[in-house]
């Protein structure tokens, strides 16, 4: 059925083109069937990918290797999971979940909103379609899914290292959050095109901005968990180019994040916030076309991959035109009211903004820097850990400390003896368990010591707002205490919510900070019998053992752990060798203390002939509170997306009020 | 009533920028490991790192006496050089593979205790 | 390449046609083809109502920040006298400009 699928595509792209181009004259000329037409367009596309994608589905579990996609990332051993989940593990089959993503929740997003925004809609569609458009003229004429060859015995197999559960959601989520990105850019764009917007699409697109955004968060750190696991060098983020690909238009969406609110308030910051999500948006096209091209290798691999230089010629259209766009309309995007008081919530705003886009450009900077360097001077280098780990702390902490700070002060204008009142309690707080720290031994990591002492003053200050919160609920509505405090909490989700996630990403970087700067490792050759001492754990060597699986040999190295004289059971770390694939892999043991939040990372590096093993453990403390972060994080973001009624009715009433405007 | 003009934002934005500036000037200039080609490695004495493809059959064993010994090419080209590789060898280690290598040219060969494989593109065929 | 999928994929692009066309095909001549837009005067009114949104969230957000002890009492007085001025000021400039009848309303919805 490869013709199926290609004709599918073909179809597609005829649909999004039109909808690109009819909708746009539609939108310019203000015709209203035309429109309809155009957005019909946008939905039957969709319906059109749905069956182009359903097609290599198909192929995929049929283990059909005719299909050349098929053939190069799957093999009859792979388990069904990996096979389906495979679809996306390669080039096309990636692009194509590219569009199916964007046309799905593009036609989500009008369809939902068309008859709210009536003034943005209409140029939200040719966006939509544009963007589309280039994704399915890859997918029609340069990458196409549905190659067809000589069908070969069996495939060759999908990259042992993507075997891992964790290949089944990361990915989607990924692109989730990436494609997502695309509806606030378009309704954003849709709005400065239509020239006549009100501020409504930024209430209307909210939901998906932050459901995208939480996506694309939790995705990095699914991401970094399967590098944790299954890479398996002890550490959780590399600042590997793939890594940062993701990290960048995150950092810039949190920024929009933020700033929007300052917009929905106050009316300021319209001309930053269009530049940040063209930003946004911008960065999350750059981070697929980073992990797509061969270009992270060396700027020679460029040439390798098919599709490199379309995304380049891509992202400078889009740029291009935003950029034009937000120039055209400046005199309507320039706000009357301006910043008051350099300490205000809206400064802090903007603290919190600069603070996250330079960290983002110092990431954009390293990851580009070799590729500029080596195309520039013909000199390759490569910039590594110590310059990220560098800006992290010079701009995570200042980031860290205005979470505290930032919720305590005032709109408009902060009195600094309101603000210091405010912080008294979380700074004291914050002050006992740094001299606790320090008393406990962690000066040994100076930026460590500091960023503790942060945190604590972050989490005092949420705390806090909590108590005071539900005490004035309380003293407001009686009852009793945990109604006060649900009540509290449904009637200011955003607020609530979002303080949730900052106590998440506290504890983020609690985590970070436990296993960047006080963990330990020990190396050495261990025979049998043999034990080695990392921390307060004694590992002891008691023999190795192979196991056949369904495509794989397996080979490990058994130890028992201890910890004071207390036995905690056996682990097992070693190698697989995969068959079809012709590659080892290391498969790390793990051992996680829930109690501690730390985790015994063994590495069995090498079985010599004559029966010793050579391992490398390593002790990671906190890590775990990392990954709970990341369940903290999913939950603070839910609370801020739940339906509210209250926000629900009040909105549909000044959407009433604006029907009422509607033409004679 | 509301300040007319605000010149905060402006000069936060500016001093910000040019921090920046001055960060990223200093690690452009002092910054960034020099990542050599195989054919460039000659006649550097000190600790550089090399990157190259893999080519060849491995032979020995990292954590062994030996050590791991493998040939690395020039990526656009043919030059060759021979390394001794001791330590954790990475998952994606394999012929053919990118890998970037740390350490020092000695006696014609390169002993390095770092070895680093780039990400393969997951996403390009396995013929290439 | 098989029938099957030449005579399916052909059905879907004349099912793909149709649903493009159909706006068209539903109103061959439609009296009123135009996009709905607005006047300057019903921009001016959306501007005052978020103006006026804007002024009572505000208000909102000063006494939850009050109540919860974010915000002394001096402060308070100092700002709340100012931001219902606002509020207030927003809510009389929007009753001059009156919504126009009903009856063209209930018309646009049952076409849209």
Avoid at chain 1, 277 to 302: D, K, P, W, Y
Avoid at chain 1, 345 to 360: H, M
């Amino acid at each position: 059925m490869p013709g199926l699928g290609s004709a599918a595509l073909v179809v597609a792209f005829g649909l999004v083109a039109y909808a690109a181009v009819a909708g746009g004259y539609a939108a310019h000329r203000g015709r209203r069937r035309l429109l309809e037409s155009a957005t019909n367009a946008l939905f039957a596309s969709f319906a059109s990918v749905l069956l182009a994608a359903l097609v290599l589905l198909a192929a995929l579990a049929r283990h059909d290797f005719s299909f050349a996609y098929v053939a190069s990332h799957t093999s009859r051993e792979l388990p069904l999971g990996y096979t389906l989940a495979s679809f996306w593990s390669g080039q096309e089959g990636s692009l194509l979940l590219w569009l199916l993503v964007l046309t799905g929740i593009g036609s989500a997003a009008v369809a939902l909103n068309r008859r709210l925004i009536r003034t943005v809609i209409p140029w939200t569609v040719p966006i939509l379609g544009a963007i589309a458009s280039f994704f399915a003229l890859l997918l029609v004429f340069v990458a196409s899914p549905f190659a067809t060859q000589v069908a070969p015995a069996d495939g060759a197999g999908m990259n042992p290292s993507l075997q891992n559960p964790y290949m089944l959601a990361h990915p989607p989520l990924l692109y989730l959050g990436y494609v997502g990105l695309t509806i606030p850019f378009a309704f954003a764009m849709g709005a400065l095109a239509s020239g006549r917007a009100d501020e409504r699409w930024i209430i209307a697109t909210r939901r998906w901005t932050l459901a995208s955004w939480t996506f694309l968060g939790f995705a990095i750190l699914l991401g970094a968990k399967w590098a944790y696991e299954e890479v398996g060098w002890g550490g959780w983020y590399a600042w590997d180019p793939v890594e940062n690909a993701a990290l960048m238009p995150w950092l810039v969406a949190t920024a929009y994040l933020h700033s929007v609110m300052v917009q929905e308030k106050k009316n300021m910051l319209r001309v930053w916030n269009a530049v940040l999500v063209a930003g946004a948006f911008c960065l999350s096209l750059f981070g697929t076309f980073l992990t797509r091209s061969g270009v992270i290798n060396s700027i020679h691999s460029f040439t390798q991959s098919s599709i490199g230089a379309w995304f380049l010629g891509f992202i400078a259209v889009v740029a291009a035109a935003s950029t034009a766009l937000i120039i055209y309309r400046l005199p309507l995007l320039r706000s009357r009211t301006r910043l008051e008081s350099l300490v205000s919530r809206e400064a802090a705003f903007l603290y919190n903004n600069l603070f996250l886009v330079a960290f983002a450009l110092t990431v954009l900077w390293g990851v580009i820097y070799p590729l500029v360097s080596e195309a520039v001077r013909g000199v390759a280098v490569t910039v590594g850990a110590p310059y990220y780990d560098f800006f992290a702390v010079a701009f995570g902490l200042p980031l860290v400390l205005l979470m505290g700070i930032g919720p305590l002060v005032a709109w408009r204008r902060a009195s600094l003896r309101a603000v210091g009142r405010s912080l008294l309690w979380p700074a004291g707080a914050a002050l006992i368990v740094g001299i606790l720290l320090l008393l406990a031994g962690a000066g040994s990591s100076p930026a460590g010591l500091v960023g503790y002492t942060f945190a604590a003053f972050v989490l005092a200050a949420i705390a806090l707002e909590f108590v005071r919160g539900t005490r004035a609920r309380h003293a407001l509505g009686g009852g009793s205490w945990p109604a006060a405090f649900t009540s509290l909490v449904g009637r200011n989700r955003r607020r609530y919510g979002g303080y949730v996630v900052h106590a998440a990403i506290v504890l983020l970087l609690v985590g970070a900070v436990g296993i960047g700067g006080f963990g330990t490792t020990q190396e050495g050759k261990l025979t049998q019998g043999q034990s080695v001492e990392v921390g307060d754990y004694t590992l002891t060597y008691l023999g190795s053992e192979q196991r056949r699986a369904a495509n794989s040999q397996e080979l490990r190295a058994r130890l028992a752990v201890s910890r004071g004289g207390e036995d905690l059971g056996t682990v097992l770390a070693g190698k697989n060798r995969y068959f079809a694939e012709q590659q080892t892999s290391n498969e790390v043991a793990i051992r996680s203390d829930w109690l501690r939040a730390e985790d015994l990372f063994v590495i069995a590096d090498q079985f010599n002939p004559d029966g010793s093993v050579f391992v490398k453990v390593i002790v990671n403390p906190l890590v775990n509170l990392i990954w709970l972060a990341g369940l903290l994080f999913v939950a603070g973001a839910l609370i801020t997306l739940w339906p509210d009624a209250r926000e629900q009715r009040r909105l549909a009433r000044r959407f009433d009020e604006e029907g009422a405007l509607a033409r004679a | 009533m509301a300040r007319r003009r605000s010149p905060a934002r402006l000069v936060i934005a500016l001093s910000v920028a040019a921090a920046l500036a001055i960060f990223l000037v200093y690690t452009a200039l002092a910054g960034g490991t020099p990542s050599l080609r195989p054919s460039q490695v000659a006649g550097h004495d000190g600790r550089v790192s090399v990157a190259g493809k893999v080519v060849g059959q491995p032979s020995g064993t990292a954590r062994g006496p030996e050590g791991l010994r493998f040939t690395i090419k020039d990526v656009q080209g043919t030059a060759t050089l021979p390394v001794v590789y001791r330590g954790s060898v990475p998952d994606l280690f394999k012929t053919g593979r990118d890998v970037s290598v740390e350490g020092s040219l000695q006696n014609g060969v390169f002993v390095a205790d770092k070895l680093v494989t780039k990400c393969p593109s997951k996403y390009t065929n396995k013929q290439s | 390449m098989d029938v099957l999928a030449v005579a399916l994929g052909a059905l879907l692009a004349v099912a793909a046609v149709a649903f493009v066309a159909r706006p068209f095909l539903a109103e061959p001549d439609a009296e009123d083809d135009r996009l709905a837009g607005r006047t300057s005067a019903e921009q001016e009114r959306l501007e005052l109502l978020e103006r006026r949104d804007r002024a009572l969230g505000a208000l909102k957000e000063l006494e939850f920040d009050h109540r919860t002890g974010k915000i002394a009492d001096a402060d308070y007085e100092a700002s709340v006298g100012p931001l219902r001025r606002e509020a207030a000021e927003a809510m009389r400039a929007l009753e001059p400009l009156a919504p126009p009848a009903r009856a063209p309303v209930e018309k646009v919805d049952a076409r849209a």
